[in-house]
């Protein structure tokens, strides 16, 4: 079993659709937690950083963590066909160097 | 500001060749990292640098090595290429706890 688990998707929107995206894992030390987007042939680009629990706001972009069910949440309102890519959830721990990320889940939002 | 710059973008070798995949960063971070990226596999870690002069394994090192040459360069070397290792190959960096910077990628394939 992966220590992220990530729906691949592809998930399908029409513009406007306020979209889902979710990650769980299993170990309980993660307390730093990352969104990132990729567009098609690009580097990842970080979207969403947040430490332990809670929620964070950012434009349209809303990111949940509950560290009690190890399940993390990225919210898009009002989506738009530029938010079609792949997006990536990322965490790690205190002493860890380094991020485990999930697979990635798709996004399409049709215009 | 480049932030981090990977060359080459594109690579095609055959089995048993070698190559070496060049990073560099110009934002004085401490942290650098190579992930390799397949579908359905997301982000693996191959190789990190905590700092200058050290250097650990990831999840997947078998058949890399790497050198830290000074803070702003972390090189990937490939010393006998297989099929296996057709990938998109990032390299990422970070100051201290927090998100990556990630390079634009490099598409190597091994026929």
């Known amino acids: 079993q992966k220590e992220v688990e990530q729906d691949p998707g592809p998930l399908s929107v029409p513009e406007g659709a306020i979209v889902s995206l979710n990650c769980t894992y299993s170990?309980?030390?993660?307390?730093?937690f990352m969104w990132y987007r990729q567009y098609s042939r690009k580097g990842p680009e970080l979207l969403m950083y947040t430490y332990s629990s809670g929620n964070k706001e950012d434009g349209r972009f809303t990111a949940q963590v509950d560290k009690s069910s190890k399940y993390i949440s990225l919210f898009i309102r009002d989506s738009q066909p530029s938010d079609s890519a792949t997006y990536l959830c990322?965490?790690?721990?205190?002493?860890?160097?380094?991020?485990?990320f999930g697979s990635g889940t798709r996004l399409q939002v049709q215009p | 500001n480049a932030g981090v710059t990977q060359t080459p973008k594109f690579q095609v070798l055959k089995t048993g060749q070698s190559m070496t995949l060049q990073c560099a960063q110009d934002m004085n971070h401490n942290s650098m990292y190579w992930y390799r990226q397949d579908p359905g596999m997301g982000l693996r870690l191959i190789y990190y640098s905590a700092s200058e002069g050290t250097t650990d394994k990831g999840e997947v090192p078998n058949g890399y090595n790497v050198s830290r040459l000074n803070k702003r360069e972390f090189s990937l070397r490939l010393e006998s290429a297989a099929p296996s290792q057709t990938s998109v190959y990032f390299c990422?960096?970070?100051?201290?706890?927090?998100?990556?910077?990630f390079g634009s990628g490099t598409r190597l394939t091994v026929v």
């Open positions: 990422a960096s970070r100051l201290d706890i927090g998100g990556y910077t």
């Open positions: 170990n309980s030390a993660f307390q730093y």
């Open positions: 990322a965490m790690s721990d205190m002493g860890r160097r380094a991020l485990t």
